[in-house]
């Protein structure tokens, strides 16, 4: 076992966990990370490489970079990847649930108020949390920038991948980027020696990866032919968020337009009722893919209600699933070939510009709209950074700080 260490200066302990051990940390996170995919990659790094130990940057920072070429929610598959790590098949289903479950039950709940009442989620509180959510990814930008890019080459990668990013802000610019990084690092960076990388253990036998693989793509190519051929409503609804998780990239924002042509087009769920439930998926913690859940519960015909809700979200996340346990074994066995570890060096680095470029959009320009929502994200940077605060409690804070001050300003 590798002497490897975290931020903290802890031995990392990954791959000797237990599914409660994940399930608990997960549990938290669950219902504190607020701020979307990028946010949920800063608290991930926080908990889990800088608190806990479990992983090194370089580690997480792999994970990272799978979770960006692979089709499907990001953070949520970083998520499955670690808990995949720390305690096995167990775990990755103990940490999908523990993150995945409080903001599906929340928007659950609101979708049956909208049934029954209708909603407006446009609260002051969201100034604090959308000011906590820059800065986290602030704070994981920053400390990703000073350990996967210490030369000026790395820097110069990471600041053009963001540059490209934000002039082109397209899912497509995202893998290009990743990809270019990757051709980069392997023409003309040098891997140094990994002597501070400890190997993910990842305890699923190949043949089950195969076997994952297998049904990603019966599933994605059978799916529509089987709703065809049997035009039951619980099939198509399975079909039609099936191919929603596992066409994107990008994350939960861009899954919105596929949703949307999915569900309101063919009258399942009314234009108002999708745009309620996009508003209320900006205010809870968790995965934006959760949204899933509200559009299961509201939608017209049936199954609906809670079994429309359970359905949707199962088949929106299950790509990801298969995609991780069938990719991430083989990840780790590729990484460790000389030509693959300088590949990884400009993946990382264009890893960090694809954050830098979420930094700015839509980060900040959905959290920071006027000077008193700067102060906010300085103050929560500050105790993040300088005083070493908890990321879940600086979320706390900074939302109670938000609600105060939009009662000033």
């Known amino acids: 076992m590798s002497k490897d260490k975290s931020q903290n200066g802890k031995p990392a302990r990954q791959g000797h966990g237990d599914w409660l051990e994940v399930f608990l940390a997960f549990l938290r996170l669950g219902l504190t990370s607020f701020g ?43 998520g499955l990847g670690i808990g995949l790590a720390r305690a096995g098949l167990p775990g990755a289903l103990a940490a999908w649930t523990a993150f995945t479950l409080p903001s599906a039950l929340l928007l659950m709940v609101f979708g049956y108020g909208v049934l029954a ?35 000026r080459e790395r820097r110069t990668l990471a600041v053009a991948g963001a540059t490209l ?12 980027v990743i990809l270019a990084g990757g051709l980069i690092g392997w023409l003309f960076l040098k891997a140094e020696t990994d002597t501070d990388h400890t190997p993910l253990d990842i305890r699923v036998p190949r043949s089950l990866s195969v076997a994952a693989l297998a049904v990603f793509f019966l599933l994605l190519a059978g799916l529509p032919l089987l709703a065809g051929l049997f035009p039951a409503q619980a099939l198509a609804l399975f079909d039609s968020f099936y191919r929603s998780g596992a066409l994107v990239f990008g994350g939960g924002h861009v899954v919105l337009p596929l949703l949307q042509a999915e569900v309101v087009s063919p009258g399942w769920v009314g234009e108002d ?33 809670a079994i429309g809700a359970a359905i949707c979200l199962v088949a929106i996340f299950l790509p990801s699933f298969l995609l991780v346990i069938g990719v991430l074994p ?43 929502d700067f102060a906010l994200v300085l103050l929560a940077f500050t105790l993040l950074a300088f005083w070493r605060l908890p990321a879940w409690l600086v979320v706390v ?3 109670v700080a938000g609600a105060v001050v939009a009662q000033v300003f």
């Open 36 to 78: 979307g995919p990028v946010a949920h990659l800063g608290y991930f790094r926080e908990e889990f490489v800088t608190h806990r130990g479990w992983f090194t940057e370089k580690s997480y920072a792999d994970l990272v970079a799978l979770g960006q070429f692979l089709p499907g929610p990001a953070s949520s598959q970083v």
């Open 117 to 151: 009442l209708g909603s407006d989620m446009n609260g002051d509180y969201l100034r604090g949390l959308k000011a906590a959510a820059v800065a986290v990814v602030a704070h994981a930008v920053w400390g990703m920038g000073r350990s996967l890019c210490p030369d």
């Open 165 to 176: 990013l934000v002039v082109w802000p397209h899912p497509l610019g995202q893998v290009g």
């Open 273 to 305: 009722s999708f745009l309620a439930g996009y508003g209320a998926a900006q205010a809870v913690p968790g995965p934006l893919f959760t949204f899933a859940a509200y559009l299961g519960t509201v939608m017209g015909p049936v199954p609906n209600g």
């Open 330 to 372: 083989f990840w780790e066995r590729l990484r460790h070939f000389q030509p693959m570890r300088r590949a990884l060096l400009g993946v990382n680095a264009a890893v960090v510009g694809l954050l830098l470029a979420a930094l700015y959009h839509p980060v900040w320009t959905s959290g920071v709209r006027a000077p008193s």
């Open 397 to 399: 804070a900074t939302a």
